[in-house]
């Protein structure tokens, strides 16, 4: 469960620094790729989480509230 769920930080950090990438944006296709790729990597490690999840933590995947998911995590 660890793993997952330093992995999941990790990716949800990654999400936040391709947002920020100010240069990253001036590509836009690319850009939007690595999103779409960190959006699908997200998506594979919330499914990996051992049951149960916590229920703000599955409320924050489930709404894409990922902020506050890291926010969450940290806690930990």
Not at 29 to 52: F, G, N, V
């Amino acid at each position: 469960m660890e793993d997952v769920v330093v992995d999941l930080r990790k990716a949800l950090r990654e999400r936040l620094a391709i947002i920020d990438d100010e240069e990253s944006r001036r590509d836009e296709p690319a850009h939007m790729a690595s999103l779409q790729a960190i959006s699908e990597r997200i998506d594979k490690l919330q499914a990996a989480l051992p049951r149960p999840i916590d229920p703000r933590l599955a409320h924050y995947l489930q709404r894409r509230s990922y902020d506050k998911a890291l926010e969450f995590l940290e806690q930990l």
